[in-house]
């Protein structure tokens, strides 16, 4: 049956286009002028590439002249299709598989509208007053003087078109002026259209074409109009990467942030007119003037009309999706569960209840993507098992009309540390963001697919990387040569009486003498290793352990001086100088304690007793002896 009815649908199409030419036929009355018919695209809306159920403008076909109906005589009727240029229709499917892209005759206000269903024979007999009449079809008295309709539902005649079938039309004769066609609710994928380059906007265009040139003489050059400026609608800035040690607690640290900032000044929208500023996520005030600009993720709504199930309405308003990835095991990220934008300063406001001014931009964090709206009672994001954690926002009111609007969400990272036990794990955690819900859905669909929807746009970046800890040890001087040689010990004493944190790692030895340096070298060696306790690790210096090595072992012969990398905490050193062979020549010193993390260009200027983090040093400053 559904099959059938998709070819009798295509039929139908077919037939209006092939009807075009059809001649005029005076139906009864007197002959008042040509009719005549020019269509124009009333309010172009900016939409958002990223965006694939994007709000379009009107296009409204005035008429004029023509031959006045015959009071009792049956008004000539006429399909239409709307096609997109370039890109799909995504207007939702309500009930019974129309969708809620409306056709309406002389403007209706809200008491006035009389919604025809399709598939019923909406076509009336002419009332014979040539001026529109207001009052209920139902009672007798007619919305519009073609008969008691005035609201027809369209139906998806192919991916990118909408057809309204058997739509009445009256010519106004003289004393009526004008009659009025208004097609409204077309939403598009403006995504496929991709992102234009700054300051070059994609136009989204419409054609309009009816099946019988007579009954709606449209003026060909008039037939295509623009109805939508495709540009960027969020612009992402990531702040510079942080770097922390894995063995210094962190509680609440800024470790980053992301700014959201519009692309245009309509980009972030409230759901509908009555959500802001009383902040009602679930308002359902009507947006049913015809032409009027709510610049609110609902359209074109009439809730008082039965029969329309919901037609113009979104699910929700603009929302924002921050995605964190690769979150290290152990770290929890949290973000602030309000945010507003203060006009006065362009600053970002954290955790307000109420925005900073009565129309400025304002979001809250809910509880996910694409579900109904749940405020957050929390900002904490502890990551899945595959290491992700979002970030929800919902705008609940915006200045509309200021392109300067923009939020700045600063994330704070917490963790104790356990080097022992790898917590926090190693590694760099990433952020993205983009407009949500995120869908792969680029057709018209029912109500169960959320409205609006976007495609992923994120602006990947590093967020935080976490390092383990060092300790850089001096050996300030080291020889091999003339028959002498440098033993080089290195102990990890992060196991002690103290509950100390036990840490293992390698050490890799630098080795500095000029022009001619040697290669980097690990301890352990494979000829000289360090010892393994039980359940240790034979490729790291393991704690409560000492490794040793020589130069002459090492690199050969050799004189300078040599910087160990080790990675873990308490790491001490100790050289020995000797005459190959002779019992009664040496001489031993201690390393120097170099702080972490080593600061360029001077390690002086790390400031003495600062905790560990972006700015702080992990303790000390400058060069120290070992103790």
Not at 362 to 375: M, Q, W
Request: glycine share 12%.
């Amino acid at each position: 049956m559904v099959s059938f009815r998709r070819c009798i649908l295509a039929l139908a199409v077919l037939a209006l286009f092939t009807g075009l030419a059809s001649a005029q036929v005076n139906v009864g009355g007197s002959q008042t002028g040509p009719f005549s018919c020019t269509a124009a695209a009333v309010n172009p809306t900016q939409v958002r590439s990223e965006g694939v159920t994007e709000l379009l403008g009107d296009i409204v076909i005035t008429c004029q002249g023509g031959n006045q109906i015959t009071q009792g005589s049956l008004v000539p009727t006429a399909n239409i299709v709307v096609a997109l240029g370039s890109t799909s229709v995504t207007s939702r499917v309500i009930a019974n598989g129309l969708s809620e892209a409306l056709l309406l005759i002389d403007e209706p206000t809200e008491a006035e509208q009389v919604i025809c269903a399709v598939g019923v024979n909406c076509n009336d007999l002419a009332v014979g007053n040539t001026a529109r009449v207001v009052g209920n079809g139902a009672s007798g008295t007619s919305p519009y003087k073609g008969g008691k309709y005035n609201s027809f539902q369209g139906q998806l005649a192919g991916p990118n078109s909408i057809v309204f079938s058997g739509i009445p039309i009256a010519p106004p004769g003289t004393a009526g002026g004008t009659r009025i066609v208004r097609i409204t609710n077309i939403r598009a994928d403006a995504s496929a259209l991709g992102v234009p380059p700054s300051g070059s906007p994609y136009g989204v265009t419409e054609s309009i074409a009816t099946s019988n040139g007579s009954t709606l003489p449209i003026t060909s050059n008039t037939a295509t109009q623009v109805v939508g400026l495709v540009q960027r609608g969020l612009i992402v800035t990531v702040s510079s990467a942080t770097t922390w040690q894995q063995c210094f607690s962190v509680d609440h640290q800024v470790s980053g942030s992301v700014t959201l900032a519009k692309g245009f000044g309509a980009a972030f929208k409230p759901r509908n007119i009555g959500t802001p500023p009383a902040l009602d996520p679930a308002a359902a005030d009507p947006q049913d003037v015809p032409g009027a600009i709510y610049n609110t993720e609902d359209f074109y709504f009439n809730p008082t009309v039965s029969g329309l199930a919901g037609a113009g309405r979104s699910d929700f308003g603009t929302r924002f999706k921050i995605l964190f990835s690769s979150i290290n095991n152990g770290v929890t990220i949290t973000v602030p569960t309000s945010l507003g934008y203060d006009p006065s300063d362009g600053s970002t406001v954290e955790g307000g209840a109420t925005p900073v001014t009565s129309d400025s931009l304002f979001v809250r964090l809910i509880t996910s993507e694409a579900g109904a709206y749940v405020a957050a009672s929390s900002g904490d994001i502890v990551a899945d098992s595959s290491g992700n954690g979002i970030a929800v926002y919902e705008v609940l009111q915006a200045n509309t009309s200021d392109l300067s609007e923009k939020l700045t969400i600063p994330f704070k990272i917490t963790y104790t540390s356990n080097p022992g036990a790898n917590i926090p794990a190693l590694g760099t955690s990433n952020v993205d963001a983009s407009f949500a819900p995120v869908s792969s859905v680029h057709t018209a669909a029912p109500n169960t697919v959320p409205v609006p929807r976007f495609i992923a746009s994120p602006a990947s970046a590093a967020h935080f990387t976490i390092n383990k800890c060092a300790t850089h040890l001096l050996f300030p001087f080291v020889t091999s040569q003339a028959g002498f040689d440098t033993g080089l010990a290195i102990s990890n004493t992060s196991q002690d009486p103290y509950t100390t944190s036990t840490q293992a790692g390698l050490c890799t030895l630098h080795w500095y003498q000029g022009d001619n340096n040697p290669p980097d070298s690990i301890m352990p060696s494979a000829n000289l290793p360090c010892p393994v306790p039980t359940g240790g690790d034979a490729a790291s210096i393991n704690p409560g352990t000492t490794c040793a090595t020589t130069a002459l072992n090492a690199v050969g012969a050799f004189q300078g001086y040599v910087i160990a990398d080790c990675q873990f905490q308490y790491a001490h050193g100790f050289s020995f100088v000797t005459k190959v062979g002779a019992t009664d020549i040496a001489m031993g010193y201690l390393a120097l304690v170099i702080p972490d993390p080593p600061r360029s260009p001077n390690p002086v200027s790390c400031p003495a007793g600062t905790v560990s983090g972006p700015a702080g040093c992990g303790g000390g400053s400058g060069e120290q002896l070992a103790q």
